[in-house]
C-alpha cells in the first residue's frame, strides 16, 4: 500500500508539469533577442530547477571575467575600450572559457556601458549575447 502510494505520488509529481501548452518553447523569431539554455520556461517542477542550473552554471563562467575586469580597471584606471580589447585582455586570459552560447550568437561587450559602471560585478556586467551578423 504505501509503495503504490509513493509512485503514485511521485507520477503525479512528473506529470504535473508536462503536456500543456506552457511548456513548450516558444520559436524564436529573427526579431527577438536569442535566449540562452534555461531562459524562457514557464514556472513548474522541472522547468525551474533546470533554469536555475543553466543560471548557476552562466554565472560560474562569468565569475572570473568579472575578477578580470577589476583587475584590468585597476591596472588601467578603466574598462576595456573595445570588443577587440575586451576579448584579447579578458576572455583571452581565461583558459577554455565558454558559456554554452546558441549557435549563431556571440558574446558582445558594451564599452560605453563598462564606462558608466564603477566597480564590475555579476549583476552589472557590460555583456549582451546577439545574433552572428
Known amino acids: ?17 508536462c ?25 513548474g517542477p522541472v522547468a525551474t530547477p533546470i533554469a536555475a542550473y543553466f543560471d548557476a ?3 560560474i ?3 572570473p571575467v568579472v575578477q578580470l575586469m577589476q583587475m584590468y580597471k ?3 584606471g578603466q574598462h576595456p575600450a ?3 580589447e575586451f576579448m584579447k585582455e579578458i576572455i583571452g586570459k581565461i583558459p577554455n ?14 564599452p560605453e556601458k563598462a564606462g558608466q ?3 564590475c560585478t555579476l549583476e552589472n556586467l557590460p555583456l549582451t549575447v546577439e545574433r552572428s551578423p
Open 82 to 84: 573595445s570588443q577587440e
Open 1 to 17: 500500500m504505501r509503495r503504490s502510494l509513493t509512485a503514485l505520488i511521485l507520477a503525479a509529481g512528473m506529470l504535473a508539469g
Open 117 to 119: 559602471i564603477g566597480t
Open 61 to 63: 563562467a562569468l565569475f
Open 57 to 59: 552554471k552562466r554565472k
Open 19 to 43: 503536456g500543456g501548452e506552457g511548456d513548450k518553447t516558444p520559436q524564436q523569431s529573427g526579431n527577438t533577442p536569442p535566449r540562452l539554455k534555461g531562459e524562457g520556461y514557464d514556472p
Open 97 to 110: 572559457f565558454s558559456l554554452d552560447l546558441p549557435e549563431g550568437t556571440r558574446l558582445v561587450y558594451d
Open 74 to 76: 585597476a591596472e588601467h
